[in-house]
């Protein structure tokens, strides 16, 4: 009897042992299945909110939990509520922790799990249609990536869990913080391609503004060229000789009758002395003379009845008929003097 007895509780501790390990690649194949799942929804998140409300929703019913809430840590060093699962907001709670701050901040601290079993009925309470009732227990996870706190976790669940859920947590808080990182960097880069294509519409829209100024500059160029062939045109046509004379005497522009009347070829008084044109009786006075009416007002006609003479470039002196015309100051020439001069040394002999 004593043997067959040993028999018995060899027999049934062997069947005791190869259910535990059934039961154990069980949980390992029920872990191994979800997590893979899981991890495959929380790769298609594009936010942070979006991250966190896919994580509890998935995995609180996996663990029976009715009461879930997951903290981020802003860049600011706090940890903010970002989604839930199951939360009802309590006004007098806060949606914001310091680190150390309450059992979310005080996680985040020690960078290690929080367990609390039996809370108090005013604590939390699991709500659903057919009524409410408090947790039995309440599990807060930190997320860490290496020594860096990501975020907080936080569950609340009517019974204590269980191996196979606690394994599953194991092993998806770590993906959790890896998808974060991901996602982080993932929106960083969405945030520097968006300042990119922003940088590029703006380049895009200096370069049109840049290319309508230069279109607008160049029919403004085109306009004053014109403009200037016209009233180039006017002194070119006169019958009179025609210059102007800055405040020094330079000649700084002269029309094609003005080199005929004196004698010069084209474009020979240009950058002369005003006083080449004057004869030598009078030519040490005129500067004096010049400046004079440079500092007069008006228009001032001197008639031939005054016996005022021109110098050609040969030396030959005639009669000559002067007209004056002080110009407004434009830019850096200052005031000038226009100046028309008609030969009238014909006028003699027809008389």
């Known amino acids: 009897m004593v043997e067959g007895n040993n028999e018995s509780a060899q027999l049934m501790r062997a069947l005791n042992q190869m259910q535990e390990q059934l039961q154990g690649q069980e949980d390992q ?3 191994k299945g979800h997590v893979a799942e899981i991890t495959a929804a929380l790769q298609q998140a594009n936010s942070y909110t979006e991250l966190g ?3 509890l929703s998935r995995t609180a019913p996996l663990l029976g939990a009715g ?3 997951f903290y981020v840590m802003n860049p600011d060093g706090r940890l903010q509520l970002l989604s839930t699962y199951g939360y009802q907001q309590r006004k007098e709670l806060s949606n914001l922790y310091s680190v150390g ?6 996680c985040a601290l020690e960078r290690t799990p929080i367990t609390v079993t039996h809370p108090p009925s005013d604590y ?3 709500a659903s249609g057919l009524g409410d009732g408090v947790p039995v227990n309440i599990v807060l996870l930190p997320v860490l990536k290496l020594d860096e706190v990501l975020g907080v976790l936080e569950l609340a669940a009517f019974h204590a869990f269980a191996p196979r859920e606690l394994a599953l947590l194991d092993t998806l808080v770590p993906m959790m913080a890896l998808n974060l990182e991901i996602l982080q960097r993932k929106m960083r880069v969405q945030r520097l391609l968006e300042e990119s294509q922003d940088q590029a519409l703006r380049m895009e829209k200096q370069a049109a503004q840049l290319e309508e100024q230069a279109v607008e500059m160049e029919a403004q160029q085109a306009d004053l060229m014109d403009t200037e062939a016209w009233y180039r045109s006017i002194v070119e046509s006169s ?3 025609l210059l102007v004379v800055n405040e020094s005497g330079t000649i700084i522009l002269c029309n094609a009758r003005m080199e005929e009347v004196f004698g010069y070829a084209c474009g020979e008084l240009l950058g002369q002395a005003v006083e080449v044109l ?3 009786s009078v030519r040490a006075h005129h500067p004096q003379n010049r400046a004079r009416f440079m500092a007069s007002e008006g228009f001032r006609s001197i008639e031939s009845g005054l016996a005022l003479r021109g110098r050609r470039k040969n030396g030959e002196e005639f009669a000559a008929e002067f007209g004056l015309s002080l110009l407004p100051a434009r830019g850096a020439r200052g005031r000038c003097v226009a100046v028309s001069v008609r030969d009238i040394s014909h006028r003699p002999v027809a008389q």
């Open 278 to 280: 004057v004869p030598d």
């Open 53 to 55: 409300q896919v994580f």
């Open 67 to 69: 009461h879930a809430v």
């Open 239 to 241: 019958p009179d000789g």
């Open 101 to 106: 701050e309450g059992l979310v901040g005080q």
């Open 124 to 126: 939390v309470r699991i």
């Open 29 to 31: 194949r029920w872990v």
